[in-house]
């Protein structure tokens, strides 16, 4: 996931700290700003969630949908379902936050495929939050290379959504066998007795050298 969680700027943290600040309505604005940058907080959107609750004329759904971007970018954690508790039910079964639902139940039930097909409706608000699709491709690499001993190329182009250059990237920064059309993962045993023999190599990328290969090559 993208580590964008952070220390918060002042004004945020005075909201925080401040048991009467966290009621406040004066205190929305504050939170809403922070939601809208590229900074993310799970402390800081639920306070403002809380908030929207308190006074639900002040909800704005752009902000809720940045929020649970934001929120998904952190999976495996349960950002996103912390965030959902907080949000009203009705607001809940509209749009945006009804696709965002749906597309966070493809993600955790791995419908990788059908995610990125029915992501596209939404894309305005992925494109919003940086780093998106890069935190979304991890996600779904950890879940398919703790599953599968190998897989096929035109499979995990899919499941990411990438191009085949990027599949060729990936395999040889990750230092993946491949076979044809067949790429092996490593196991979790193969990759303790790799760390072993050659603890120097890198046995995984970095976040940044992902951004960098996928930024470079993807479609």
Known sequence: ???????????????????????????????????????????????????????????NRDVIANILVKALTQLPQTDFLLCTYMISERVQQEEPVAGLAALAAKLETGQFKDFWAASASLRSYFDSVAR??????????????????????????????????AIDALAAARQWEVSGDKIVLPTVLRKTEKQQKASAVPDRVTTEQMRKILTAVTH
């Open 132 to 165: 998106f699709d890069e935190s979304i491709r991890e996600y779904i690499l950890s879940i398919v290379t703790s599953t599968y001993q190998a897989v096929g190329r035109p499979v995990l182009r899919e499941l990411l959504n990438v191009s085949d250059s």
């Open 1 to 59: 996931s993208a580590d964008v969680t952070m220390s918060v700027p002042p004004a945020v943290q005075s909201v925080l700290e401040n048991p009467a600040a966290r009621f406040s309505e004066d205190s929305v604005k504050v939170l809403e700003d922070y939601a809208r940058s590229q900074d993310y907080s799970l402390e800081a959107s639920l306070a403002l969630l809380k908030l929207y609750q308190f006074y639900p004329g002040r909800t």
